[in-house]
């Protein structure tokens, strides 16, 4: 094992940073074997004879999901999934495609779960959690999804529910908060949303400490999703209007920035969820070695970093001779800022005000992602059909 390798030394940056899988833990497996492997001494995950799994001694702590990302997984292993579900469907006569879908769904989480069971069970920072997205399709109705929200959370206690960035969702995650039920907060891209997520997550733990209910097992993150964030063919056009031309830095700029005011607004008004970074993306090219800034730039926060497995070898490749250290606090350039803050997508989203809770289904970064990942859950969907055939 490497001891020295660079997801550790970013990791040390700050004691209470945590590094995540962003896949399930079902595919590392089938990625240390092909992409990963050049990194399988490494430490990220400690393994058994059966498979790789979340222990103490893991680099990584937690995993996040989406559709898309569960989708994977059955395209990964259709005949596996194939068979679990038409052993299901046969024991259940006259269930409908839609349950199937969510039998199938859940039990891919519990799976996931299960694989990071030892880290869960031997934390007492509340590590070794899986992230389960309620279904997007659904994203403008509350009941629906805290009723969602709740069987999947009854699949394991490790499982964090996630709830999307809208008015509907987040009023979702204060009615689960006060249940004692985990949740982190997607589809957010705003200051905005992340500062309407940290007190509706207040307000419903303060419910919960009302009614007496245990928090013992309780945690909450939300969710800045960079690449998504900055990838939006709105912020181009909104240059191109201004007058600015964005170079990939300033694009990694923009996503880091609003992190970084989002990150200090939570760590002054001590809100008692912590800010997760996702949805990362390489670059820019410095001195022709592809860096890695939303990672390197997000040094030294007490935050989730969430790594896709591209960016994973990438960082590993990348930073073996490179320097990390703590940069969450630094500014950022002051330069580049005023570029940013001349264009109206970027602004909105750095404001703390600029978007109504009402306005932020309306996002479109928001509105992008959750119509791509409901393309993904009615292909979850369409699995289930076929198999019931």
């Known amino acids: 094992m490497i001891l020295d390798n660079p997801l550790r030394r970013l990791a040390a940056t700050h004691p209470a940073m945590e590094l995540w899988w962003d896949s399930s833990p079902l595919v590392y497996d089938s990625w240390l074997r092909s992409e990963g492997q050049p990194y399988a001494g490494e430490g990220l995950f400690v393994h058994t004879a059966a498979a790789a799994e979340f222990a103490a001694s893991s680099l990584l702590r937690g995993a996040t999901t989406n559709p898309p990302l569960v989708l994977q997984v059955l395209k990964r292993s259709p005949e596996v999934w194939g068979a679990w579900l038409r052993e299901r469907v046969a024991a259940q006569p006259g ?8 039998q199938l769904y859940i ?14 069970a031997g934390s007492v920072e509340h590590h070794g959690r899986i992230c389960c997205q ?3 399709r659904d994203q403008a109705d509350t009941r629906v999804m805290v009723e969602q929200a709740r069987r999947i959370h009854a699949a394991s206690p490790s499982i964090m529910i996630k709830m999307p960035g809208t008015r509907e969702g987040i009023a979702g995650v204060r009615i689960l908060t006060a249940e004692g039920i985990s949740t982190t907060v997607t589809l957010c891209f705003t200051v905005a949303q992340l500062v309407a997520v940290g007190e509706a997550v207040a307000a419903g733990l303060a419910e919960a400490q009302d009614r007496g209910t245990t928090a013992r097992e309780w945690r909450s993150c939300a969710v800045m999703m960079l690449g998504r964030y900055e990838d939006a063919p709105q912020m181009k056009l909104d240059a191109e209007a201004a007058g600015v031309t964005l170079s990939e830095a300033d694009l990694r700029w923009a996503g880091i920035a609003v992190f970084r005011k989002a990150y200090h607004l939570f760590r002054e008004r001590r809100y008692p969820s912590k800010l ?9 090219i410095v001195d022709g070695v592809t ?6 730039r997000l040094a030294g926060a007490s935050s989730v ?3 896709f497995p591209n960016i994973m070898e990438t960082f590993l ?15 950022v350039p002051a330069d580049v800022l005023a570029r940013l803050l001349r264009i109206p997508y970027f602004c909105t989203a750095y404001d703390e005000d600029g978007l109504a809770v009402s306005q932020f289904i309306t996002h479109p970064a928001l509105h992008a992602t959750a119509e791509s990942f409901a393309v993904a859950m009615s292909q979850i969907e369409e699995f289930a059909a076929s198999h019931m055939r």
């Open 95 to 102: 269930i409908s495609v839609r349950e199937a879908m969510w």
């Open 291 to 296: 860096r890695v800034w939303h990672l390197e």
């Open 276 to 284: 997760m970074a996702a949805s990362m993306r390489v670059g820019p």
């Open 107 to 120: 039990e891919i989480a519990r799976r996931g779960a299960a694989r990071l069971a030892p880290l869960y």
């Open 134 to 136: 309620v279904d997007p």
């Open 317 to 331: 490749h990348s930073y073996r001779d490179l320097p990390i250290t703590a940069e969450i606090d630094a500014p």
């Open 305 to 307: 970093l969430t790594i």
